[in-house]
């Protein structure tokens, strides 16, 4: 299995509260995305990174933001959680070049109250 | 705008029933166009990666397939263990991941 782990797997809080969701992977990959999945919408790209401090937006970026200041980390942070973030929320780690696989961690499940 | 689009939406099978999943894409120099399983409650499982045209890859009862816009997901008498949902998904120039909504498969006895 590849290195990724999301913490936490699980997180219930209130609107307008700040929360933190971390990826770690120990694959040394220089790709780290952050994506949500919800009925009906798929998996849609929130943030990725291409190293460290290299960041950038995905298709449903609006209320979120990400910091990536290690190889092995990369944050995506709500700042004032809102009920419509309520969802699972994945990272994925990739090599990149032509024999890269890319690997999912097992997600996080959010809910905003 | 790239646009992956995965046709059928579901699919039921039975058991032995050979079919394929579609997958088309519009993005302008692919970087690779991938193949996951998903099963309820976790993430999206790695299959295939598919980078050139004419490229064909196997696993088990999994075959997959790419052209110059599309690519398909053949699955050889199937089993009610290969019910899950499939998610195909390319990758541009940025390195950017951009998902189909998926195909869910029930494959019954």
């Known amino acids: 299995d590849a290195g990724i782990t999301q913490s936490p797997r699980h997180k219930v809080t209130e609107t307008g509260t700040p929360v933190t969701l971390r990826c770690h992977q120990t694959?040394?990959?220089?790709?780290m995305y952050w994506y949500r999945q919800d009925p009906g919408h798929g998996l849609r790209l929130i943030h990725y990174?291409?190293?460290?401090?290299?960041?950038d937006k995905g298709e449903v970026s609006d209320g979120y933001s990400v910091s990536r200041s290690k190889t092995e980390d990369f944050l995506l942070t709500l700042e004032s959680a809102t009920s419509s973030q309520t969802s699972v929320y994945f990272c994925?780690?990739?090599?990149?070049?032509?024999?890269?696989?890319?690997?999912f961690g097992e997600g996080s499940r959010l809910t905003v109250l | 705008e790239d646009q992956v689009t995965q046709s059928p939406e579901a699919l039921r099978l039975q058991e032995g029933e050979s079919s394929s999943l579609n997958c088309s894409y519009t993005?302008?120099?692919?970087?690779?166009l991938f193949w996951y399983r998903q099963d309820p409650g976790k993430g999206p499982e790695f299959l295939f990666t598919?980078?050139?045209a004419g490229e064909e890859k196997e696993k088990e009862r999994l075959k997959a397939t790419l052209t110059k816009k599309e690519s398909f997901l053949h699955i050889t008498a199937p089993k009610p263990e290969d019910s899950a949902t499939y998610l195909c998904?390319?990758?541009?120039?940025?390195?950017?991941?951009?998902f189909g909504k998926g195909t869910s498969l029930l494959v019954t006895p």
């Open positions: 993005v302008s120099g692919l970087r690779g």
């Open positions: 998904a390319d990758i541009n120039s940025g390195y950017a991941l951009n």
């Open positions: 694959e040394n990959h220089r790709y």
């Open positions: 598919l980078y050139s």
């Open positions: 990174s291409y190293g460290v401090k290299d960041t």
């Open positions: 994925a780690i990739f090599s990149g070049g032509n024999t890269g696989e890319l690997f």
